[in-house]
Structures are given as structure tokens and as C-alpha cells.
């Protein structure tokens, strides 16, 4: 039986899911849901540590399935999981007095995908000063790595990410192409990392050409509104990068809305939304795999083993995976069985 677009929407949007069995490297899908306020925490029986858990923002399918990896990694440790969301993927502020509360309130463990990778530093050295150690997840904060401070980083190589999928996109098109370059917030450290790589991968073939490139916020909405103005401009693209999913999800609406069929979309998360416009041969071509329980799990465990004194890899790996036309099913079936559409 499939779903309605509906139900699907409101799964985006959970926060309270129900626990499913899972290790790291075995993903689970979510089975129930609610609507999600800034911070929640899941509290086993017998709780020995609170770690607080950092996201980008409180809706997005691929933070809520890191949430689930968090969640079950606590509950298998028997420990507390605080969750912290931002309602809004821009909203740096909120996440910084998010973190401040945290501190205040004697959390055991910070684990952070940061918003503003630079804003974020005397916080988060704040937090080392008190014994709170801090695990830095999804996205690099540099200043904060090169004070020493950092334990260890869990994630993906968002530049390797970015050259992989340009590289693999442009092979598809004999390395001549026009793209267009859908950006996350300027300035950031994702960003740098994801379209400043996927830029000079571009750079480095005299047949390709980029016709724009514009900021995005990694948000649906925005992604859709802004690909519509650039094919007023112009329907002569060939490739669309796109920083995450939501983004190049936004613009196969757009694209789709157009009645254009020779557009390839490239974008990193692996979320089933995308795998899903893979397998049906929609406009989305290649996902980058961040394997996001995964990330949730290996973040609480590096945490939990931190503050059991334990030695941790400087850096912990997941995903990576490249997922297209002759692996999306495979990944669906083997780490998003339940995922109807």
C-alpha cells in the first residue's frame, strides 16, 4: 500500500519516533510521529549521562532520521538524549542561545552540526572550559578544530561528496555541460566545502560552463522560487548541482513545472525522498549517501565514550556512497525497507 504525499510530509516533521532496533551501519526507518519544539530529550531508565544534540533545524527528513540513529544509540547505552532544533536551517542565533542554555543547565556532552561554523567557536570553547567535551558532527568548524579542542569529527567528506557526484554527473555528459550551482547560506563552512568544490570541479573543463549560481538556505521553498527565475532566464542547463536534498528536490519542481525532461540534478543526503525520484527517473540523478542514522548513532557513541574516558578516532566515517540509477533501489530496499511511495 503507498502513502498519500501527505502522510509523507508529516513524517518530515516528526520528532517522537518510535524505537526501532539499530547499530551503527544498520539504518532503521521511523514508524511514529508528532510535531517537534526546539529541544526534547529521551530519557532511558537508569540514565547515567545527558548528551545534548545539536541540529541544523527541526523538520527536514534527513535531521529527523539522525535523530532516530541518536535516539536508539541512547537507548541501547542508557543514556539521556537532548535534542536541540532551530525551527529554521538560518537561524544561527537560535542555535547559539540553544547552546548557551545547554551549558548552563550542566548537560554532560555537547554534539554540534554547526550552523555558522565561525560565529559558533567561543561558544563551543566555552563549553571546554567548563568539562563539557564537544563532538562536532556533519559539518566542519575549523577555528574550533585548529584550537586543539575538538575530539572528533563524525561524517562524510563534504568536499570528496561534492567532487565524486560533479565528477560522476559530468562523466554522464562527456564533460559538456551548462549548470547552474544551487548554493546553502554563503559564507558557511558547508557551503564552502560542497559548492566551492563542486565549482572547481566545473572550473576544470573547458566544455563546462556555469550559467548561474545562487543561494538557496538548503530550503525546498526557497530552491523552487529561485530555479524558476533562473529558467526564465534560461532553459539552455544541462546539470543542476544542488547543496542537499531539500534543494534539489525544490528544483525538480521547478523543473518539472517547466515540462523540461533533459535536466540531471545532483545533490548529497541520500534521503529517501530523492532515492525515491531516482528509481521513478525523474529529474534527480545521483545522491550523495550521508547515512544518517548512522551519523546519529556514531555521534552518541563517540560522546558516550568520551565521557566514559575512552579513546576516539579523530575522525569517524559514514556514508559516502554515490546512489543512482544502478544502486537506488538496492540502498531503498536495504536501509529504507518501510518507505512506501
Known sequence: MKKSISLLLALCMAFTLAACAGTPGESKVPVSDSSAPPAQSDTPEGKSYRIGVFFKDSSSMFWRYVGQGCSDKAKELGVEFVEYSPASYTDS?????????????????????????TAIVDTLLKAEEKGIPVIVFNTLIPGFEESGKQRCFIGIDNVKASEDVMEQILADHDYKANVVILEGTPATQMNADRAGTATDVCKKYEGVNIVASQPCYAN????????ENILQSTQDIDIVWALNDPTALGAQQAIEAASLSDIDIVAIDGTPDAIASIIKGRSIRYTMDQAPFDMGAFTVQAAYDILEGKNVDPIIRCGGTAIGPDNAQTHMDTYYPDYEY
Not at 542565533?93 to 554547526?114: N, T
Not at 525546498?220 to 530555479?227: D, H, K, L
Request: net charge negative; glycine share 6%; hydrophobic share 50%.
Open 93 to 117: 542565533a537560535g542555535q547559539m542561545s540553544m547552546l548557551e542554555d545547554a551549558i548552563a543547565s550542566g548537560i554532560d556532552a555537547i554534539c554540534v552540526a554547526a550552523i555558522d561554523s
Open 220 to 227: 525546498r521553498e526557497t530552491a523552487m522560487t529561485t530555479m
